[in-house]
Nanobody, 117 residues
Framework: DVQLVESGGGLVQPGGSLRLSCAAS????????MSWFRQAPGKGLEWVSR??????????YYADSVKGRFTISRDNAKNTLYLQLNSLKPEDTAVYYC????????RGQGTQVTVSS
């Protein structure tokens, strides 16, 4: 079974940073694109970022709202996906999910990120 376990969320002040991690198991991690989505209170799921498999060049993509502030990366040896969040804003407050592939169909339980002073 696919398992995705996110960690690294927390409470941070505006302008601060966090690094989210996602431990993946139950599938050949290196062969799949991986994505991050988020869901703010009272809103729907929002795509944040995606990283392709190395077979597809490991290309990265970002939503306009996070471009230049967030960085997605992966460690295929550790079956782990990362999201570095810098220059955080209150509007980044959300539950962040890592997902297998490019949709949110298969995702973990999420990790809460709260940006507040």
């Amino acid at each position: 079974d696919v398992q995705l376990v996110e960690s690294g969320g927390g409470l941070v002040q505006p302008g601060g940073s966090l690094r989210l991690s996602c431990a993946a198991s139950g599938f050949t991690f290196s062969m799949y694109a991986m994505s991050w989505f988020r869901q703010a209170p009272g809103k729907g799921l929002e795509w944040v970022s995606r990283i392709n498999s190395l077979n597809r060049g490991g290309s990265t993509y970002y939503a306009d709202s996070v471009k230049g502030r967030f960085t997605i990366s992966r460690d295929n040896a550790k079956n782990t996906l990362y999201l570095q969040l810098n220059s955080l804003k209150p509007e980044d407050t959300a539950v962040y999910y890592c997902t297998k592939g490019v949709t949110a169909d298969q995702r973990g339980q999420g990790t809460q990120v709260t940006v507040s002073s």
